[in-house]
């Protein structure tokens, strides 16, 4: 399967815990961004990553949430002293390098991360 | 502000009853219109990548077009299995070398009744 990957699927943490989710993009794909989703909502942006470079991390939280994608390995998202607030689904996208036309990103199935 | 508005949020049609799902975006200079199906507990699953105003792309029973200022995805004798919710994004800031940002809809609940 040459899709994205995230692991795992289902994540239980208790307050205070920390998470981290895994993302191995498509091959081929440089790019890399993580959305969170609450039910019945839409995808919001979090973080968009390059190998060993965070390029635009303006939609996620100043504390407790870092992200990283290093020049061997799968990108991840941790998530520190986790609250209930912060029980979701967490997406990966990955897309190629655009070269001059507008490209699609291409989803995992998400983690979805549940705070007891 | 950059925006993306689709139409209506749930939909529930007969089996072979023909429709169209609508994507309003306000955005200055549009360079990627996307469509996405999600079903649930799955990620969001690449449809359709309309560049112009004018562009039509088909799959299957699916149908994107685009406008100035909308899109619609229209389904032909929708069959239960095309029960899903379907997402719109549009391009938002730039980052570097045409890839953007992406502004997403919140989706229409597709619901096709056998």
């Known amino acids: 399967n040459a899709g994205v990957m995230q692991n795992p699927r289902h994540l239980v943490r208790r307050r205070g815990q920390e998470a981290r989710l895994r993302c191995s993009p498509m091959?081929?794909?440089?790019?890399v961004y993580w959305y969170r989703q609450l039910p019945e909502e839409g995808l919001k942006f979090m973080v968009y990553?390059?190998?060993?470079?965070?390029?635009?991390e303006s939609g996620m939280p100043k504390e407790r949430f870092s992200a990283e994608f290093p020049k061997e390995g799968p990108s991840i998202l941790r998530i520190q002293q986790v609250v209930r607030g912060d029980s979701a689904a967490y997406f990966c996208?990955?897309?190629?390098?655009?070269?001059?036309?507008?490209?699609?990103?291409?989803f995992g199935d998400g983690t979805r991360l549940s705070i007891l | 502000e950059d925006q993306v508005t689709q139409s209506p949020e749930a939909l529930r049609l007969q089996e072979g009853e023909s429709s169209s799902l609508n994507c309003s975006y306000t955005v200055s200079g549009l360079r990627g219109l996307f469509w996405y199906r999600q079903d649930p507990g799955k990620g969001p699953e690449f449809l359709f990548t309309l560049y112009s105003a004018g562009e039509e792309k088909e799959k299957e029973r699916l149908k994107a077009t685009l406008t100035k200022k909308e899109s619609f995805l229209h389904i032909t004798a929708p069959k239960p299995e095309d029960s899903a919710t379907y997402l719109c994004?549009?391009?938002?800031?730039?980052?570097?070398?045409?890839?953007?940002?992406?502004?997403w809809g919140a989706g229409t609940k597709l619901i096709i009744k056998p």
């Open positions: 091959k081929g794909h440089s790019h």
């Open positions: 994004a549009v391009q938002a800031k730039e980052w570097m070398d045409s890839n953007y940002q992406l502004i």
């Open positions: 996208a990955s897309s190629p390098r655009a070269g001059g036309v507008v490209q699609p990103q291409h």
């Open positions: 990553l390059q190998k060993e470079n965070i390029i635009d």
